[in-house]
Nanobody, 123 residues
Framework: VQLQAFGGGLVQAGGSLRLSCAAS????????MGWFRQAPGKEREFVAA????????YYADSVKGRFTISRDNAKNTVYLQMNSLKPEDTAVYYC?????????????????WGQGTEVTVSS
């Protein structure tokens, strides 16, 4: 499985970005997908996740109401729409595939990871 995340960049506080993660090498519609992020000097943290069908979504409290995760199984792509960005959203964002039936919030339940895309929010 290969995952390629892109769409990061530099944006002012209050602005928006849309991240994309393109998957190849596996039946994309068979598994859940998640976004995680890691800020400098901090541990990787859960951001958002979506079930294989797109029928269920999950968000960290810190992004709820500002970020929206979605997927297009026909394009083998998952998206993260990020609005009302804050400086504390600055991090490298990673997408990952989830096969394990456990919690969507735990990074240990994800197997394949993309290379990350950097998001910088200036104040």
């Amino acid at each position: 499985v290969q995952l390629q995340a892109f769409g990061g960049g530099l944006v002012q506080a209050g602005g928006s970005l849309r991240l994309s993660c393109a998957a190849s090498g596996r039946s994309f519609s068979s598994y859940g997908m998640g976004w995680f992020r890691q800020a400098p000097g901090k541990e990787r943290e859960f951001v958002a996740a979506i079930s294989w069908s797109g029928g269920s979504t999950y968000y960290a409290d810190s992004v709820k109401g500002r970020f929206t995760i979605s997927r297009d199984n026909a394009k083998n792509t998952v998206y993260l729409q990020m609005n009302s960005l804050k400086p504390e959203d600055t991090a490298v964002y990673y997408c990952a595939t989830k096969v394990d039936s456990g919690s969507y919030y735990s990074d240990s339940k994800y197997d394949y990871w993309g290379q990350g895309t950097e998001v910088t929010v200036s104040s």
